[in-house]
């Protein structure tokens, strides 16, 4: 069975801290995504990337794609209240798989206190 | 701009009884999925569809069934619930597959209770 595993599963931060978290596996993929997912309310797609050692950029937030394409990485400089939320990545893996063999990690369940 | 509508927001069953969950999208993807998440446990594929008249199991279909009539729409059924089926259910659609994995658009979900 092929995993997702994300950490910290909880984080309590002040806000203007930076933080990291984390999604792990000992299987490949061929791309990754990470979304956020506020209470009462669907995941939203932040970001996808495809090639190993990518770095993609959304204002706050870097994202990375380890070498070996096993892994990745989201970090968020000086958090806001805005930024409190469950964040899932989610893998295709490799080789091959359809459309239907989307993996979701747990998630990371991040509070950005004022 | 609705994106992928879910209906009921809530509902409280009883051991045995049976539902639909609708599921409505107007971004003419053809791909649609069926997710349940439980506390704590993230996101499982219960069925998906590739298009009208195609569907296939995920990782959780038992006690589900579901069926692909038309692109808009992919109902997700409950023949007989049980109290293990308690969760929220999400709805997704994301244009046809590819090499690199397609955004999936997601419902804001169906709150479901067996009681």
């Known amino acids: 069975t092929q995993l997702l595993e994300q950490s910290p599963q909880f984080l309590s931060i002040q806000e203007g801290e930076n933080l990291t978290v984390y999604c792990n596996s000992s299987?490949?993929?061929?791309?990754l995504q990470w979304y956020r997912q506020e209470p009462g309310e669907g995941p939203v797609l932040l970001v996808t990337?495809?090639?190993?050692?990518e770095v993609k950029k959304l204002k706050r937030l870097t994202f990375q794609f380890g070498d070996a394409r096993k892994d990745s990485s989201l970090h968020i400089t000086a958090a806001q209240p805005g930024d409190t939320g469950l964040y899932l990545c989610?893998?295709?893996?490799?080789?091959?798989?359809?459309?239907?063999?989307?993996?979701f990690g747990k998630g990371t369940k991040l509070s950005v206190k004022p | 701009n609705a994106g992928v509508t879910q209906t009921p927001k809530f509902r409280i069953l009883k051991i045995g009884q049976s539902m639909t969950l609708q599921c409505a999208q107007d971004?003419?993807?053809?791909?649609m999925y069926w997710y349940r998440q439980d506390p704590g446990m993230g996101l499982k594929l219960i069925y998906y569809?590739?298009?009208?008249?195609?569907?296939d199991k995920g990782e959780v279909p038992n006690g589900y069934n579901v069926s692909r009539s038309t692109t808009e729409d992919f109902p997700l059924r409950l023949e007989l619930a049980a109290p293990s089926q308690t969760s929220v259910y999400f709805c997704?659609?994301?244009?046809?597959?590819?090499?690199?994995?397609?955004?999936?658009?997601f419902g804001d979900g169906t709150r479901l209770s067996i009681l």
């Open positions: 989610a893998g295709k893996p490799r080789p091959g798989g359809s459309q239907g063999n989307l993996i």
């Open positions: 299987s490949v993929f061929s791309s």
């Open positions: 971004m003419n993807h053809n791909y």
């Open positions: 569809s590739v298009g009208a008249g195609i569907t």
């Open positions: 990337v495809v090639t190993g050692g």
């Open positions: 997704a659609s994301s244009p046809s597959g590819g090499r690199v994995w397609q955004p999936q658009h």
